[in-house]
Each structure stands twice: as C-alpha cells, then as structure tokens.
C-alpha cells in the first residue's frame, strides 16, 4: 500500500514557475514507478510525466517536453516535477500517481495508486 500526498500547487504568471512534490508512505516506494497527471476544468485526466523506480528513465507527454522535468529522491520518498515556461493551458488539478509497473504516455490501464491532487492554475 502507498499513500501519496502532493504539494507546491498555487497560482503563478504565464512563463513562470513552481515545483510540485509527492510525499509518499510506505517501506516499498523505491519499488515503484511515480508519475504526475492533470485534469483541466471539464476534460479528461491525462499523463504528464513518468519516471522509473530508479529514476534512470522518464517519459514525457510532448506539450511539455523541454518545460517540465520529473525527479525522484528515493531516500526521502518523494518524487518532484519542476514546471517552468508554464501556460495558461497548464492550468489543472495535478495529481501524484505510483504503480508497479512503468508510468508513461501509452499505458493502457491506470496507476494503482492516487493522491487527492494540488492546483496549478497559471494566468495570463
């Protein structure tokens, strides 16, 4: 079982930045894959980033290749996705998401695990 809390949402300019962090319970965390979604007001919830239980591989959905980079600190439990050049269109509810087997772009089922989510809204 893990447990994620996330961290760092708020409201900043169009072309600034924040870093969202995802604080995770449990002794296996090192085990698993970490990842980060969005969900915009009244669309579906979509991959953002993944990275691997070693950190040794990411993956990226491409509107935000070159933007955003995702990281992990095994030691402290907590994965990390620093947002810079942000957009108006980057404006959601993003949510912290574990799994087994490797998070990215075309993964057919869904994470196993969840945390309740951090608002970034980004204005012009």
């Known amino acids: 079982q893990v447990q994620l809390v996330e961290s760092g949402g708020g409201l900043v300019q169009a072309g600034g930045s924040l870093r969202l962090s995802c604080a995770a319970s449990g002794r296996t965390f090192s085990s698993y894959s970490m990842g980060w979604f969005r969900q915009a007001p009244g669309k579906e919830r979509e991959f953002v980033a993944g990275i691997s239980w070693s950190g040794s591989s990411t993956d990226y959905t491409d509107s935000v290749k070159g933007r955003f980079t995702i990281s992990r600190d095994n030691a402290k439990k907590t994965v990390y996705l620093q947002m810079n050049s942000l957009k108006p269109e980057d404006t959601a509810v993003y949510y912290c998401?574990?799994?087994?087997?490797?998070?990215?772009?075309?993964?057919?089922?869904?994470?196993?695990?969840w945390g309740q989510g951090t608002q970034v809204t980004v204005s012009s």
């Open positions: 998401a574990a799994n087994a087997g490797f998070i990215h772009t075309t993964m057919v089922s869904l994470p196993s695990y």
